[in-house]
């Protein structure tokens, strides 16, 4: 009596027990574990009665590819469809599984860490509800291009099509995120589309996708591991001299210029500060920028726009020419049409919104110092006393706005102590919500700390996924995530994730019991507040149940004390401060 085995599930039917030979079962039966038809079973021979865990798997060979490639952290939950990706990753010693309790969780996750340390990481979701629960987070990495590599289950070839459970059309609900997206169907195609994806997503900063049959996950296979060196191309690259020359022509005629510093010029804050001291300019910079330069330094005047400095609202007013660094253009910075010379790595951004005198496509990091050594050095005093005292007039209002006495606590007093405590070298991750609004308006980020946050999606919860990719990252470095409680509960459950993995992220919580920015949007265009009223709950009952470290503030005279234990604990921490949603009493 014959043995057959079920190619998906590995469900045994075996002539003997069954009392009736396999191939006499008609052709409509299937597998009663999985669902599968008959025509995925195969016959077992003494050989291959007992599963060969020593043969190699597309799924083994998937992941050596991608670790190959520097992947070295996968995000998810695991599931039916993805087991044969999950144990794959279990064998390779050299990449990390990071089980979260929700996908969308795991896909802010990976979006942070792309945009913190501009390597792919990857999420791993199954097939159906894992697929569509990743792509809030993955829609966060697609809009600021951040390289993030998804994987998900699907169903078993043979069931793609009738309508099986948890089957999707996944390849066209990822199209529109992805910048490359492909289904795996055959094992000859595995190191090829690992390798293509990953490429698109670093080269092209956004979202590749990779769809893994169940049964392809299993099927047997080998292949050599395609080596990086020789497939990547050198982004150094820059636009001719001429048009530098024009450029720096351009700039030497301004008696104001102001330099926009933008997320695309993270890392050059040395060179941006080259090409303002030789021209006497102020640096501004957008809000997902601050910390490109240090904001103390006497030529940064602060972000601009809707959470900007009034010193950096009345420099662009008045500039006759606006020196446009990897910044977006978004309506949230509210760049004001001039004359400008923009710098940006990527073509379709060169004069998106206005019409630029000059457009130099290529790496700011290129670009920057041939800029500056064009360009004629200049004195203009008037210039720069003017940046001081607007500058200094800007400290002084948001250091009146820090009311060390006021109850419930202030924001901007938060800000303040927060300021004056968190590490130099501090790893920052934002909210979105009020939280945001007072962060990007009242904090002085330094040169040399870190700030991570959802930009053009602005989604909320983005706050402690991002905290615990950083610090993953960056496990030597101090790790904080500022949240409010409309966006801290969206994700709370994934403070569990942060105990697990012993990952000392330190959360504050601006509590103020309401949706407190869309309250003042209700009230700026004329709505009475309504909906925005949360129930109250002790955020810092809930982490010391959950066995972290919490801490409530209800006074200003205990906030200091309480963001220096929280600082010093070294388990996940949450600092519940309450606070009051009105902006300016």
């Known amino acids: 009596m014959a043995k057959y085995r079920c190619t998906v599930c590995n469900y045994v039917y075996d002539e003997e027990k069954e009392g009736k030979k396999f191939l006499d079962l008609p052709n409509e039966w299937v597998c009663p574990v999985c669902g599968v038809p008959k025509t995925a079973f195969v016959l077992l021979t003494e050989k291959s009665e007992k599963p060969q865990r020593e043969a190699r798997t597309v799924s083994e060979v998937f992941v050596d590819q991608i670790v190959e490639w520097g992947v070295t952290y996968v995000f998810g939950v695991p599931g039916t469809s993805t087991l044969g990706v999950v144990d794959a990753i279990r064998k390779n010693g050299k990449i990390r599984y990071i089980q979260v309790r929700h996908e969308?969780?795991?896909?802010?996750?990976?979006?942070?860490?792309?945009?913190?340390?501009?390597?792919?990481?990857?999420?791993?979701?199954?097939?159906?509800?894992?697929?569509?629960?990743?792509?809030?987070?993955?829609?966060?990495?697609?809009?600021?291009?951040?390289?993030?590599?998804?994987?998900?289950?699907?169903?078993?070839?043979?069931?793609?099509?009738?309508?099986?459970?948890?089957?999707?059309?996944?390849?066209?609900?990822?199209?529109?995120?992805?910048?490359?997206?492909?289904?795996?169907?055959?094992?000859?195609?595995?190191?090829?589309?690992?390798?293509?994806?990953?490429?698109?997503?670093?080269?092209?900063?956004?979202?590749?996708?990779i769809g893994i049959p169940n049964d392809v996950q299993k099927l047997p296979y080998d292949a050599l591991i395609q080596p990086l060196e020789g497939r990547m191309p050198n982004v150094a690259f820059c636009a001719d001299d001429k048009v530098v020359e024009k450029a720096a022509y351009v700039v030497n005629q301004a008696e104001r210029p102001v330099i926009v510093a933008g997320f695309g010029a993270r890392g050059q804050g040395n060179k941006l500060l080259q090409l303002a001291?030789?021209?006497?300019?102020?640096?501004?910079?957008?809000?997902?920028?601050?910390?490109?330069?240090?904001e103390s330094h006497p030529l940064c005047a602060g972000s601009h726009g809707g959470m900007g400095s009034t010193a950096s609202a009345e420099l662009v007013?008045?500039?006759?020419?606006?020196?446009?660094?990897?910044?977006?253009?978004?309506?949230?910075?509210?760049?004001?049409?001039?004359?400008?010379?923009?710098?940006?790595?990527?073509?379709?951004?060169?004069?998106?919104?206005?019409?630029?005198?000059?457009?130099?496509?290529?790496?700011?990091?290129?670009?920057?110092?041939?800029?500056?050594?064009?360009?004629?050095?200049?004195?203009?005093?008037?210039?720069?006393?003017?940046?001081?005292?607007?500058?200094?007039?800007?400290?002084?209002?948001?250091?009146?706005?820090?009311?060390?006495?006021?109850?419930?606590?202030?924001?901007?007093?938060?800000?303040k102590v927060l300021n004056e405590k968190i590490a130099l070298d501090a790893v920052i991750s934002l909210d979105v919500g009020e939280n945001c609004w007072w962060f990007g308006r009242n904090f002085q980020m330094k040169k040399t700390q870190k700030m991570v946050m959802s930009g053009q999606l602005a989604s909320m919860g983005f706050g402690l996924p991002g905290a615990m990719a950083a610090a993953l990252a960056y496990p030597d470095r101090q790790v904080v995530c500022i949240s409010g409680d409309g966006g801290f509960t969206m994700v709370m459950g994934d403070f569990l994730t942060a105990l697990k993995y012993q990952l000392p992220v330190k959360v504050f919580i601006l509590n103020n019991k309401q949706l407190?920015?869309?309250?003042?949007?209700?009230?700026?265009?004329?709505?009475?507040?309504?909906?925005?009223?949360?129930?109250?709950?002790?955020?810092?009952?809930?982490?010391?149940?959950?066995?972290?470290?919490?801490?409530?503030?209800?006074?200003?005279?205990?906030?200091?004390?309480?963001?220096?234990?929280?600082?010093?604990?070294?388990?996940?921490?949450?600092?519940?401060?309450?606070?009051?949603?009105?902006?300016?009493?």
């Not at 906030?559 to 009105?582: C, Q």
Request: proline content about 5%; overall charge neutral.
């Open 104 to 209: 969308q969780v795991a896909a802010f996750m990976a979006s942070a860490y792309g945009k913190l340390t501009g390597h792919v990481a990857a999420v791993l979701g199954v097939s159906g509800p894992g697929a569509t629960n990743l792509a809030t987070g993955l829609y966060d990495a697609s809009l600021d291009h951040a390289p993030v590599l998804a994987l998900t289950g699907l169903v078993a070839r043979q069931l793609i099509g009738p309508g099986s459970l948890q089957e999707i059309d996944q390849y066209s609900f990822f199209e529109p995120i992805c910048v490359y997206n492909k289904i795996l169907m055959s094992e000859d195609q595995t190191t090829m589309l690992a390798t293509l994806a990953l490429k698109h997503a670093l080269l092209d900063r956004g979202v590749s996708h």
């Open 277 to 294: 001291e030789k021209i006497s300019a102020p640096i501004v910079t957008t809000f997902r920028a601050k910390g490109v330069i240090d």
């Open 317 to 415: 007013r008045k500039a006759d020419l606006l020196i446009v660094v990897g910044s977006s253009f978004s309506e949230m910075t509210r760049l004001p049409q001039k004359k400008i010379v923009q710098i940006d790595i990527n073509m379709k951004m060169i004069a998106k919104t206005y019409p630029v005198e000059v457009g130099l496509l290529g790496n700011s990091a290129i670009l920057l110092p041939k800029l500056t050594d064009k360009v004629q050095r200049k004195q203009n005093p008037a210039y720069l006393n003017e940046i001081a005292q607007l500058k200094q007039a800007w400290l002084e209002q948001i250091q009146r706005e820090a009311d060390p006495n006021a109850i419930p606590i202030r924001p901007p007093y938060i800000m």
């Open 516 to 585: 407190g920015m869309i309250m003042q949007e209700q009230k700026v265009e004329g709505y009475p507040s309504v909906q925005t009223e949360l129930y109250d709950f002790s955020f810092a009952s809930f982490a010391e149940q959950a066995g972290g470290v919490g801490i409530k503030v209800t006074e200003p005279s205990r906030l200091e004390a309480a963001v220096e234990k929280a600082l010093a604990a070294n388990r996940a921490t949450i600092v519940d401060i309450d606070t009051d949603p009105r902006r300016f009493l």
